[in-house]
């Protein structure tokens, strides 16, 4: 309920020409729309996970959340370091293997993957940085 009332409050003040849509410089009517987006989709994974108890496709979510602390260190440390190892395992040119337009979501999706396989290491031997 709070979340449809934040998304359409959002897209009024931009369709009514009220404050756009606009995120770079976080507008009020972005700030309410994608508020209202982060509730609808914190029900809708509630509702799923919690209340009908269907977690299995979420395991991989799961595995990110319970260090997520480790998990921000990871993305603010290591991504040099993981795309220097991907030059060296797989070519200088990794990322361009789809073209240049799929250059950023290859090496992306190669920072996501390596970091993911940390955390999974750390969730297999039960280690959970915690403040």
Not at 70 to 82: E, Q
């Amino acid at each position: 309920m709070v979340g449809g009332g934040l998304l359409i409050t959002g897209l009024l003040l931009h369709i009514l020409d009220i404050c756009p849509i606009v995120k770079r410089i976080w507008t009020p009517a972005w700030t309410l729309f994608s508020g209202g987006t982060c509730f609808l989709l914190l029900a809708g994974f509630y509702a799923i996970a919690d209340v009908k108890q269907i977690q299995k496709p979420f395991f991989w979510l799961k595995v990110i959340g319970m260090n997520s602390i480790a998990a921000y260190v990871l993305a603010h440390t290591v991504t040099a370091f993981i795309h220097q190892s991907m030059q060296i395992h797989f070519g200088a040119s990794y990322e361009l293997m789809l073209g240049q337009a799929y250059a950023p979501l290859i090496r992306g999706g190669a920072m996501l993957l390596v970091q993911w396989l940390v955390l999974w290491w750390m969730w297999k031997k039960k280690i959970f940085v915690r403040v």
